[in-house]
């Protein structure tokens, strides 16, 4: 069973950086992915890496503002995102994948329980 753990989430301004750690306990040759949701919406993908081959893929939210990257000694993977706005505000959810398909939340089976990120105008 893979466990995954989110740290790093906060209240910033807009303009601010964030890094969101997910570290998982288990096997991590896996897909893993950051998705956020905000309250009354569908939750939405963010940004992919395989922990294996290093591959990686941004939503058009997250290209050029965020970098997601793994560090698969401490099994960890991060989401370091700059240029905050207000519509980033949400809660980040890691998850994990058997492979990197198409980035569909209905692909990934373990998931952390979230860190929120909340950022003020």
């Known amino acids: 069973q893979l466990r995954l753990v989110e740290s790093g989430g906060g209240s910033v301004q807009g303009g601010g950086s964030l890094k969101l750690s997910c570290a998982a306990s288990?096997?991590?040759?896996?897909?893993m992915g950051w998705f956020r949701q905000v309250p009354g919406k569908e939750r939405e993908g963010v940004a992919t890496?395989?922990?294996?081959?290093?591959?990686?893929s941004y939503t058009d939210s997250a290209q050029g503002r965020f970098t997601v990257s793994k560090d698969n000694a401490k099994r960890t993977m991060y989401l370091k995102m700059n240029n905050l706005t207000p519509e980033d505000t949400a809660m980040y959810y890691c998850?994990?994948?058997?492979?990197?398909?198409?980035?569909?939340?209905?692909?990934?089976?373990?998931w952390g329980q979230g860190t929120q990120v909340t950022v003020s105008s």
């Open positions: 890496v395989s922990m294996h081959f290093g591959g990686k």
């Open positions: 288990g096997y991590v040759g896996y897909c």
């Open positions: 998850a994990a994948a058997p492979v990197c398909g198409s980035g569909d939340s209905n692909e990934y089976d373990y």
